[in-house]
């Protein structure tokens, strides 16, 4: 039975955590989103939703590795002794999903098992697929993230630096493509989570419950009516759902075009100069995600606006950073029309 899916523009709401989702689906190389906030602020409902959303990709039928036509002649686990593997690659679209981990998985089902005996009886390279095959070009959503084990944090950050699984068993080594857009919720009272994980995860979104009368109401009634008739709720918002879904795919065809002016990237730098970001990570993180913005909004270029956002969601909500932009745009124009 087909499991049905709470609508993402029904979400009543927090806006910061829907963008930053949208963000990620229409520019993977964000890298990611750790949602932060209490039970019950609708961070697992948003994350499970944008599965409606999700564009389509390019893969070899029937690979359960989600593999585009490149990995598939790249790695030798899809080559056989008796076919050359660039004859008859049949392709496929399908939609991008959003692949569960669940707290309590193994490491082999995470990173996929072998057949021993086969391999050595028959010679041949078995693997049972895991969690990770089947995140490859897709999103891997971890609930309570911050409450993984630490072994399981190492896999996922292996995979994540490489974009390369690879299971070793017996002397015995298979490998194969994973690229993921990792996505993390946590409440931060039940313990932090590790730095090196924080880390490779481009955007962080602090959430929540919302205090407005009108939409807690709006909620219970969405609520209500999806649990009563799921379809019929779908129905209700599937022209949204459509033009949402539209708006992604043409920004992700614009986003190659998107280019930004050599003063907003000194005003990137200098802001998280200021604020105290460590390395150049977070430089890296504006600047993708102010042109992933522009993408979304239709511009071809960085306007103030997709930069002003981008830097409230990689760096946080503050009065101060909204303000030391303008002071650094201003000091920057100054300083040019001076040399001019």
Known sequence: MKKNIYP?????????????????????????????????????????????????????KNSPFNVDKNSYLEYELYKTDDKNPKDDIELDKIPMKVVELPLGATEDRIIGSLDIEKALHEGIKALEPGILAKANRNILYIDEINLLDDNLVDILLDAAAYGVNIIER?????????????????????????????????????VEGITNIEERIMIMKRREEFERNSE??????????????????????????????????????RITLEHGSEGHRSDISILKTSKTIAAFNNHKKVDDVDLREAIRLVLGENKFLSERIQDIKRDIENRVSDES
Do not use: C, W, Y
């Not at 697992?44 to 959303?53: N, P, Q, S, W």
């Not at 190659?256 to 730098?269: G, Q, R």
């Open 8 to 60: 993402f523009t029904a979400i009543v709401g927090q806006d910061k955590i829907k963008k930053a989702l949208i963000l990620n689906a229409i520019n993977p190389s964000i890298g990611g989103v750790l949602i932060k906030g209490d039970r019950g602020t609708g961070k697992t409902t948003a994350v499970r939703a944008l599965a409606g959303l999700l564009p389509k990709i390019e893969v070899v």
């Open 170 to 206: 017996e002397g015995i080594s298979i490998s194969h493509p994973s690229k993921f857009i990792l996505v993390g919720t946590m409440n931060p009272e039940e313990g932090e989570l590790r730095g090196q994980l924080s880390d490779r995860i481009g955007l962080e979104i602090e």
């Open 232 to 269: 019929a709720f779908n129905q209700k918002f599937k022209k949204e759902q459509i033009k949402l879904q539209d708006r992604i795919n043409l920004a992700i065809n614009l986003l190659e075009e998107v280019e930004i002016n050599e003063t907003f990237l000194e005003v990137i730098a």
